[in-house]
């Protein structure tokens, strides 16, 4: 088995990947990666060599502060046979969480099939931000694609077992995110769909 992937993310300055073996997407399509060389991926928004860093960032003086929030402000919401667990921290406001409101008034209501239901949804979550528990739930099977899916005009989605240090000095095991790479969260290096406000970005 490999080793997760380790992701830095560099003061004021871009995400480096580190990976045995990296498959990586840009706007759809693949890209080469040179198996056990690292990667650094831009998250200034201005690289002209998209989604590479190209050292732009410290030609326009780019900063990014550290992210808000802890582990405290990790909502949890209690049902049947499945417990599920929100943090608004990592949240980049997908809004693949809809159908959540339905499902679990029908998983209290009773109705069997609503929890592996809820957590299907949980799953799609491509932030992360949305987790579950559950001991009756057979774990749903996770989407096919790319370790590391740069969209097109917008976020940089992590999508293996991966270690991060978004809060300096610490690292933490995650296995789904998404990072900005726009420069404009506000929670960097969280994406928060700021994107959406640059029509430039590619
Ligand atoms: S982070 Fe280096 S060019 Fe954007």
Known sequence: MSKPISL?????????????????????????????????????????????????????????????????????????????????????????????????????????DAAAEIARVVMSCPSGALNYESTEVTPPQSADGPDIDVREGGECRIQTAFQINATPGERQDMSRATLCRCGLSKNKPWCDGAHKKREDFK
């Not at 003061?11 to 580190?18: I, T």
């Not at 040179?34 to 590479?52: H, T």
């Not at 919401?77 to 499945?82: L, N, Q, S, V």
């Open 8 to 112: 830095t993310v560099l003061d004021n300055g871009p995400l480096k990947v580190s990976a045995d073996s990296l498959t990586l997407h840009y706007c759809g399509e693949p890209l080469e990666v040179e198996a056990g060389s690292d990667v650094y991926i831009c998250r200034c928004g201005q690289s002209k060599n998209a989604p590479f860093c190209d050292g732009s960032h410290q030609k326009v003086g780019f900063v990014a502060e550290p992210p808000k929030g802890n582990d405290k402000d990790i909502k949890v919401w209690e049902g049947k046979t499945i417990r599920t667990f929100f943090n608004p921290n990592t949240c980049m406001h997908a809004l693949y969480c809809k159908p959540l409101k339905d499902l679990r008034a029908r998983e209290l209501g009773g109705d069997t």
